[in-house]
């Protein structure tokens, strides 16, 4: 045996890890759930060239006028069917001929359906003989970084992490309360603090293989742009997953059963699965609960992450989200290594 | 030392107890688990713990082992006390506790690995594993090793720092008798290789067979110690006969029995609160008492108590108090509807010193 071998803080860890690797679960949770969700979200959110929309008219003659903008496809029905297709979403609008003119029936509060209105009156205007005052050209944009998939990657990083380090640290304590070892761990002349800290070494060894694969898979898979510097992106992984090891802690401090331990983890994770910004922006939520959502670690880490990434800001921009990630690593790790149950 | 067995540290230089508590008390909650204890170990002595379950034996073992704190007395480990020097007593002492479970999912070699780097000396992992007798699961892991193997893996982790003391908190409980024969001959090891070892128990035999002393306990208190024959010697007889009797109609006395069940609830006249010093065969819902002073007067009777209408009488001369018992029954005109005689155990000392079972809880 070599000297490393016979260290207790080497044993302790390595034990962690392979203990880790040989559930077959938490290997799923920690890579291919990640990857699962980004590949679904991808599919969901993927850039398509624009809807065509389906539109009714009353007449053949304002049917023919309408399918001929690239962006409308028109069927001709009376009135009354008309009006039973607006309802169940069979059309969006149903461009109705009067004597006077042309009406438009359709719902307001559809953006669709406002889309199809100007679509479908140009059209019509058009095939009346009607010219464009200036001559316009679009010129289309798809650019990498504004899409959702890249919005979405950093999110995903972030409630990855919050759940591999809060599950890893509270499950395995509780776990090992529950079948005594931990007692049986404080019987030998095993030093306390070693125990704690192979939790956290364990789980930075297995944070690179875990952020390596999912950030990876986004960048091949989808090409999401890295703009920040990567060990600044990696010193962020670490900090969030400190962060969230130290929350794992205080709620595994004195749990006695997995029942009360992953009713507390739940209670903990789900504010943030939600107002954290994970799939959408955190700035959707009202003002008067803004600070709230601002005080969030998972907030503060996918923040720090989106402004890394997609804005390739550096890390002295963001000592805010930095800051409040500190204070959440540090309070709760001191408080559970003060209430900590070692039986 | 190349098998593990013996403590190398454990050497001449050690004098004085190897443990030693006075005035031990512990209460949880309103609950007096531990109530004035004092015992005492010498070094290289095999020493049980013995009770039934609740009787204090795992606290007290604990509060030896530092893992919980007593409300009052002391306590000295190897000339050492926990609150000056408990990092060098969990160096120096080796600890198997109830019920721990090691992780499924890691293999023998690596929980011995993991146990043996906690300690600055001790044994090899291998010389840990041999000791053990757990070659041939070395690359297993521990979720398919069977109670007993776990038992052994338990105590092979308890070995890995070469304690001068070992404690055993019920190292065979829950396993069938093969594998508590197999853990017998592991401690009896090393027991024979010199190490001071403390255990508990609650078999009886178990004490009988591998302590050198024994401390009976019973709610918190030790209500007798010393070597097992002594203990055994207290009976007065070294074996004990154990007999029931019907009466000369031997049907109505087992149906009189059959009434006694039923009607015990019902507050029938229960024999055993009101002993009787006549034969009552057929006496309604009774057990068929013989009096007292006819057996007590039979020489070799020694201690003579009754429960439920079974007769216990501990005797000495096993061969020439038996046919005079018969003898003795006999010219009552009772029959015998039960009898059996065994060697007198711990089991026996605990029952006359309680009045109970030890497995009744």
């Not at chain 1, 609008?93 to 006077?100: E, G, N, T």
């Not at chain 2, 002993?275 to 309604?284: D, K, T, Y």
Request: glycine letters at 10%; a neutral charge; proline letters at 4%.
């Amino acid at each position: 045996m070599n000297k490393l071998e016979t260290s207790s803080l080497y044993q302790l860890t390595m034990v962690r890890f392979r203990l880790l690797l040989r559930e077959p679960e938490a290997i799923f949770w920690i890579f291919i759930f990640p990857i699962l969700l980004a590949v679904g979200l991808g599919i969901a959110f993927r850039n398509r060239p624009a809807d065509v929309l389906p539109v009714g008219a009353t007449t053949p003659q304002l049917a023919q006028a309408l399918t001929r903008d690239p962006g409308l496809t028109a069927a001709t029905m009376d009135e009354a069917a008309g009006t039973r297709a607006l309802a169940t979403g069979g059309i969006l609008l149903l461009a109705i001929q009067r004597p006077d003119g042309v009406a438009y029936k359709f719902d307001d509060t559809n953006p669709d359906a406002r889309t199809a209105l100007l679509l479908a009156d140009r059209a019509i205007q058009t095939a009346a003989g009607r010219r464009d005052a200036v001559s316009a050209a679009n010129e289309l944009v798809h650019e990498t970084g504004s899409r959702y998939i890249d919005f979405v990657v950093p999110g995903l990083l972030g409630m990855n992490l919050m759940g591999s380090a809060m599950w890893g640290l509270g499950f395995s304590i509780v776990e090992a309360r529950q079948k005594k070892l931990l007692k049986r761990m404080v019987a030998s002349p095993m030093p306390r603090w070693q125990y704690l800290a192979s939790f956290l070494l364990s789980r930075l060894l297995m944070l690179i293989i875990e952020v390596a694969v999912f950030l990876g898979f986004a960048r091949l898979a989808f090409g999401v742009p890295f703009r920040g510097s990567l060990w600044q992106l990696g010193l962020l992984c670490v900090l969030t997953s400190l962060t969230f090891s130290a929350l794992g802690l205080l709620v595994a401090s004195r749990a006695k059963t997995m029942e009360v331990a992953s009713g507390l983890m739940n209670l903990v994770m789900l504010p943030m699965w939600i107002l954290s910004g994970v799939f959408f922006s955190a700035t959707r939520f009202p003002a008067a609960i803004q600070p709230l959502v601002r005080a969030l670690p998972l907030t503060a880490a996918i923040d720090a992450m989106r402004g890394n990434m997609l804005q390739g800001i550096s890390l002295g921009q963001l000592t805010v989200p930095v800051g409040i990630l500190l204070v959440w690593f540090l309070v709760p790790f001191a408080v559970s290594l003060r209430i900590f149950r070692w039986r | 030392m190349k098998n593990g067995l013996g403590s190398q540290a454990a050497g001449a230089q050690a004098t004085g107890p190897a443990l030693l508590l006075r005035g031990i008390r512990k209460a949880f909650a309103d609950v007096k688990a531990v109530d004035g204890l004092d015992l005492e170990v010498a070094r290289g002595e095999c020493f049980g713990l013995l009770g039934p379950n609740g009787a204090g034996k795992t606290t007290t073992i604990e509060i030896c082992e530092g893992l919980t704190a007593p409300d009052a007395g002391t306590v000295e480990l190897l000339g050492m006390n926990w609150a000056a020097d408990a990092a060098e007593l969990r160096q120096r002492i080796g600890i198997q506790l109830q019920e721990t479970q090691f992780p499924d999912k890691l293999t023998v070699e690596e929980t011995l690995r993991l146990f043996r780097s906690f300690f600055r000396r001790g044994i090899s992992v291998d010389e840990s594993i041999e000791t053990a007798q757990l070659e041939e699961k070395r690359r297993s892991r521990v979720g398919g090793l069977s109670g007993g193997q776990k038992q052994r893996l338990a105590m092979a982790c308890a070995l890995v720092g070469d304690p001068e003391l070992l404690f055993l908190d019920e190292p065979t409980t829950g396993l069938d008798p093969q594998a508590r024969r197999h853990l017998w001959d592991l401690v009896e090891r090393l027991k024979q290789a010199g190490r001071t070892i403390i255990l508990t128990t609650h078999y009886m035999e178990e004490a009988e067979q591998l302590c050198d002393r024994v401390a009976i306990m019973d709610h918190g208190r030790v209500i007798a110690q010393g070597t097992p024959q002594q203990l055994i010697a207290t009976l007065g007889g070294e074996d004990i006969v154990e007999f029931a009797v019907g009466g000369a109609n031997d049907s109505q006395a087992s149906e009189a029995r059959h009434f006694d069940k039923l009607g015990a609830g019902t507050g029938a006249p229960n024999s055993k609160d009101s002993p009787v010093s006549e034969v009552r065969p057929g006496a309604p819902a009774g057990h068929t008492i013989v009096e007292a002073g006819l057996l007590r007067a039979i020489s070799g009777v020694q201690s003579l108590s009754v429960d439920e209408g079974l007769h216990r009488l501990s005797v000495t001369e096993l061969h020439v108090a038996v046919p005079r018992i018969f003898a003795a029954l006999r010219g009552q005109g009772l029959h015998l509807s039960e009898f059996r005689t065994h060697s007198a155990t711990l089991e026996d000392v605990f029952v006359k010193l309680t009045g109970r079972n030890l497995r009744d809880e």
